[in-house]
């Protein structure tokens, strides 16, 4: 079963930040934080994982608190393509992407 | 490179027919893996292939389905008989290795089952 909590749904204004919380407060040492989303009709789409310290790449930057029970992802500019369900997941050594519910992201004009 | 390629891109059949889903990985991922999402539920694992070989299958929901990767290329997933719980979208993944990276989806197969 999912070990995360996400809201069920957020909005944002096209060009603001998109802050997306998550609470993972079972994380064990070994285990990374994995962000994906799901554009409607598509295929979900990896975004960026992280461990401990903070990462950044083209698409998003993830923030993950000292003590890694929580993290946030950033879309710094979001835009309406970023509208989706994004997944905030625990990464398993067994491999398993464990899906949520996630959070339903709905960028307006 | 090539996406992940998933075919057919729709399906219909009948209860009790049969149907086999493809997925072409990205080429040299030894790693394939399918998920499906069935009636508005969490999307779920179904089973990890490593080359040709079942790393783990767990998530296989009965043994009408059977899924296959001869060779290490290219898989398929088999649905026999089919039944209405069946109907969903079916989602393949590829990584080119093993553990904490990324995976690259394909668009699914979305089958309907009536």
């Known amino acids: 079963d999912a070990k995360t909590t996400q809201p069920t749904s957020m909005d944002c204004a096209e060009g603001r930040a998109a802050n997306l919380p998550c609470n993972h407060s079972t994380i064990s040492g070994n285990e990374y934080v994995y962000w994906y989303r799901q554009i409607h009709s598509q295929g979900p789409q990896y975004i960026i994982h992280g461990l401990k310290n903070n990462e950044t790449n083209e698409m998003a930057s993830l923030i993950i608190t000292e003590d890694r029970k929580s993290s946030t992802l950033i879309l710094p500019h979001a835009t309406l393509r970023d509208t989706a369900v994004y997944y905030c997941?625990?990464?398993?050594?067994?491999?398993?992407?464990?899906f949520g519910t996630g959070t339903r992201l709905q960028v307006f004009p | 490179e090539a996406g992940v390629t998933q075919f057919p891109s729709h399906s219909v059949i009948e209860k009790g027919q049969t149907v086999t889903l493809r997925c072409d990985p990205i080429s040299g991922h030894d790693n394939l893996y399918w998920y499906r999402r069935v009636m508005g539920k969490e999307i779920k694992f179904l089973l990890h292939f490593v080359k040709e070989s079942k790393q783990d299958e767990s998530g296989m929901p009965n043994n009408r389905f059977l899924a296959e990767r001869t060779g290490g290329t290219y898989s398929t997933l088999k649905v026999q008989p089919a039944e209405l719980e069946d109907s969903g979208v079916y989602f393949c993944?590829?990584?080119?290795?093993?553990?904490?990276?990324?995976?690259?989806f394909g668009s699914g197969t979305r089958l309907t089952v009536v």
């Open positions: 997941i625990v990464k398993r050594n067994t491999d398993k992407l464990i």
């Open positions: 993944a590829s990584s080119q290795v093993r553990g904490n990276y990324g995976y690259t």
